[in-house]
């Protein structure tokens, strides 16, 4: 059967949506999860597409005949949600019908194992490679399908550990607005923000199976309502949420839209304050990242592309944080997972501490400044891989003027130069393109690598 779990779960088309593909994943993972416990129970979530109830409700019943149990949330849930459930209940993994922040034409299936972070490759190879039509055993030996609250558990947890280790989750006298994008965090984001004292203006907080006709990304160019309501003094700062609400972007009334790679620092920074711990980053994050654990005492784990292999990190070195730079972030001690939800909380209690523009103007003072951009270039997915590998012989001494000091092969060819600026060839999971990244202290210097990035590159396609 043609599905593929890629960088984050199975996503596709709406048309190729199908039950019988939906009931082979749930099939999959029940006999994935019986392998590993005598009497599993499973976590089935859903955002709010048209359809994503539904396919959840499948998969409820999918797993039940092969004498699972399920659990499944009385509305459309954050994905860290979910995944946090499975923790705290101690089951053995949850399914999350969502596309994220794809159209709504999409639709998909993400699969957390029971230690609440990302499934890694040798799960989901296994998945692929042991789908099947379900083959119901006796109704005497059915499991059973519970509903229930995952919310309300959520947000008592995430309230008490914004609290710990020292750090404050007191956001009174902060205005906060809330961009839900029409998505899951509606109800569960603003709702943990107003009962830590911030006074929430909420926006796209109806459920919209459409997403308002666009993608829910909080992207800068999607935010752009929620930015004039700070830039123009209706609240402090904003904070808004993908479709699963696993992933968070934030502005400012200073700055607008705050580069994910700037807002990475600043949570590392204020988690910095009351604890220790390394810091994980996939190969296109900052470099601004390492500059403040070094005046820290502490170390860096770069990773490839793709959160799995960030919490895989985050879990070999007990990082205090890891993300990437579209803005996924996990926090040790919660999840090993993406969390938008908890992060935007955390963003708003250090902006309470200390106004988010004020802590990015400090660090840029003490850390420098940098600028980081990307371009894909047209590639058929077939010619990947002889790219990269003619590539691999013909790396050249320097980069637009400046001498290469070493080359990285985590994900791609990651080049970095002797000022301190990179670049970085890899190819896309998901389109036929090649991805070329470049990251220095100027846009006009950016602009240069990537050219010749892509120059490098073009030849060999």
């Known amino acids: 059967m043609d599905i593929e779990f890629g960088t984050d779960g199975w996503r596709t088309t709406v048309e190729e949506f199908t039950t019988p593909r939906i009931r082979a994943v749930g099939q999959a993972v029940a006999d994935y999860v019986q392998e590993g416990s005598a009497d ?4 089935v ?9 539904d396919a959840a409700e499948e998969l409820c019943r999918v797993l039940c005949v092969n004498g699972v149990d399920a659990h499944i949330p009385d509305r459309d849930t954050p994905t860290p949600v979910v995944a946090w459930t499975v923790l705290d209940r101690e089951l053995d993994g949850a399914l999350q019908v969502t596309a994220s922040h794809n159209p709504p034409e999409y639709n998909g299936i993400k699969f957390v194992p029971e230690d609440g972070a990302p499934a890694m490759p040798g799960v989901t190879d296994w998945l692929a490679e042991n789908l099947r039509s379900p083959d119901p055993l006796p109704e005497s030996e059915w499991g059973r399908v519970r509903e229930s609250d995952f919310v309300e558990p959520y947000l008592d947890h995430a309230l008490a550990f914004a609290g710990e280790a020292g750090r404050s989750a007191d956001c009174s006298g902060v205005t906060v607005a809330h961009d839900a994008m029409h998505g899951s965090g509606r109800g569960v984001t603003d709702e943990l923000l107003a009962r830590a004292g911030a006074e929430v203006l909420r926006l796209r907080n109806d459920a919209d199976p459409e997403f308002g006709g666009s993608p829910p990304e909080p992207s800068a160019a999607r935010l ?15 904070v808004a949420n993908d479709g699963d609400s696993d992933r968070i972007g934030v ?3 200073e700055r607008g839209y705050v580069d994910p790679n700037w807002l990475f620092v600043a949570l590392y920074d204020y988690l910095l304050e009351t604890d220790d711990g390394d810091a994980v980053r996939t190969v296109s994050t900052t470099f601004l990242v390492d500059r403040v654990a070094e005046a820290h005492g ?11 292999w960030v919490a895989e990190a985050m879990g070999e070195y007990d990082a205090l944080v890891g993300g990437e730079e579209s803005g996924g972030f996990g926090v040790r001690g919660h999840l090993r997972n993406k969390d938008g939800v908890l992060v935007a909380l955390l963003v708003a209690a250090a902006h309470a501490e200390e106004s988010l523009d004020d802590r990015l103007d400090r660090l840029r003072a003490e850390h420098g400044d940098i600028v980081q951009d990307r371009i894909s270039v047209d ?10 590998d003619e590539l691999d012989g013909s790396i050249p001494d320097s980069v637009a003027g400046t001498a290469v000091e070493s080359v990285g092969t985590a994900d791609g060819f990651k080049l970095v130069l002797e000022d301190g600026s990179w670049l970085l060839v890899r190819p896309s999971g998901t389109e036929p393109k090649l991805r070329v990244y470049a990251e220095a202290g100027d846009r006009g210097r950016v602009e240069e690598l990537l ?11």
């Open 224 to 238: 752009r309502d929620l930015e004039t309501r700070v830039t123009e003094g209706d609240a402090d700062l904003g």
């Open 451 to 461: 050219e010749s990035g892509a120059e490098l590159v073009r030849p060999l396609i």
């Open 298 to 308: 502490q170390s860096v784990q770069e990773t490839p592309v793709g959160f799995k």
């Open 45 to 53: 979530g859903y955002d709010p597409r048209e359809g994503s109830r």
């Open 379 to 388: 590639c058929p997915d077939e010619r990947k891989t002889a790219v990269l």
């Open 40 to 43: 599993p129970a499973v976590a």
């Open 251 to 253: 502005v400012t009334p």
